[in-house]
């Protein structure tokens, strides 16, 4: 996955950014693999990977190598080999003290 490529679910109207990529594995929403052109009928959502993705949020893999962005929502969970991806945490601010 080359940073810049935008995937696009099959399963609902998720659509996402690669921020940081590696070759291992592939993305998936809602269970399904995700694409880079949206296939003219969706495929059915797996339920337990149902829970949504919010725009503009940052969603990471446990070791960090992977990085994508969402740039629309939708219905589906984003996640790689099953294994759901994490929102990542806004860094904090330094104090001004």
Known sequence: MKPGKKLKSAACDTEVMVIRGSSGGVVECAGVPMCEERPAQRQTMNPALAAGTM???????????IELLCVKAGQGSLS????PLQVKDAKPLPSSD
């Open 55 to 65: 725009i503009g949020k940052r969603y990471v893999d446990a070791t960090g190598t």
């Open 80 to 83: 790689i080999g099953g294994v």
